[in-house]
């Protein structure tokens, strides 16, 4: 919330709309910023799983006490907490809101989304009867092609 006030409540002159676009931009790349610096799910999972399996190989070794079991007990739960909020991730990420929020099926909603970042992607474009299929010439062809349907034609003006 703090990110939020702070980037909204920056002083801007203008326009009504220009302030509220540009508040509203602001708040979008605050929030973005923000974004970035929190935990990786899958990686959240890794770890907590790590320390489980660690947790039970000492279990192995040694006498089992009730303190142990409680500690196995704590990890387990939180185990299965990453791995839940792993799901929602992605059950965001690939914005299947229709499915119910009790499906397991984390593969599911990676594909998903590996499936709408794939939909989302131009891997080629034709320009002048020449296919560009590298992210530099794609890159090219539609600046020149926004180029020259936003100038100036001469003669007209």
Not at 72 to 81: D, I, S, T
Not at 98 to 109: C, E, I, P, Q, Y
Request: aromatic share 10%; glycine share 4%; charged share 35%.
């Amino acid at each position: 919330m703090d990110k939020i006030k702070e980037s909204w409540n920056r002083p801007i002159t203008g326009s009504p709309f220009f302030v509220w676009e540009e508040k509203l931009r602001r708040v979008k790349a605050a929030l973005k910023s923000w974004a970035k610096t929190l935990p990786n799910p899958a990686d959240e999972r890794r770890m907590a799983h790590a320390s489980l399996e660690k947790h039970q190989l000492q279990m192995e070794e040694e006498e089992p006490t009730e303190e142990l079991t409680v500690i196995e007990g704590n990890l387990q739960q939180k185990f299965h907490k990453v791995c839940l909020q792993e799901e929602e991730y992605w059950r965001q990420k690939s914005r299947s809101l229709w499915l119910k929020a009790g499906d397991r099926n984390t593969s599911f909603f990676h594909k998903q989304a590996q499936a709408r970042r794939s939909f989302n992607t131009i891997f080629e474009i034709k320009e002048d009867r020449v296919t560009n299929k590298d992210f530099t010439s794609i890159k090219g062809a539609a600046f020149s092609h926004f180029e020259k349907l936003y100038s100036e034609v001469e003669g007209m003006s």
